[in-house]
């Protein structure tokens, strides 16, 4: 639950569905969209894999709060935001920037699939 607004970020775990987004994309803004994989925001369905992204931005909001991922792209249009995300170009940096620890940065990095290779073992690794 977000503090500000009382929005829920991650809900119906390893439930996979189809996300349900507004028509018109170039009019609604993508900070209440944030927290669905970039997959699933192109219109691929919902998977497990998709609540590990969304723990690794939910972990990153509680770490590092005064920097929330995709804080300059928020105010974006969803339809921007859809066709130019990038968690690599845009997170990855910053991530480094903040000097986390190996548990972290692996954690973090893994969820946020920076390494598509890590999402088993990271997954695995919060599962535990």
Request: charged share 25%; aromatic share 10%.
């Amino acid at each position: 639950v977000e503090r500000t607004t009382g929005d829920v970020k991650l809900c119906h775990i390893c439930k996979p569905r189809n996300s349900a987004l507004p028509k018109d994309t170039s009019v609604v803004k993508a900070e209440p969209y944030i927290c669905l994989a970039p997959r699933v925001l192109r219109g691929r369905v919902y998977e497990p894999a998709d609540d590990i992204y969304a723990f690794g931005l939910l972990l990153w909001e509680l770490l590092y709060p005064q920097e929330p991922p995709y804080s300059e792209q928020r105010g974006w249009s969803l339809e921007t935001f859809i066709e130019r995300c990038s968690t690599t170009e845009m997170l990855q940096s910053d991530l480094i920037r903040f000097g986390p620890s190996e548990g972290v940065f692996k954690i973090l990095s893994g969820s946020l699939q920076f390494d598509r290779e890590n999402l088993i073992e990271t997954s695995a690794t919060i599962l535990w």
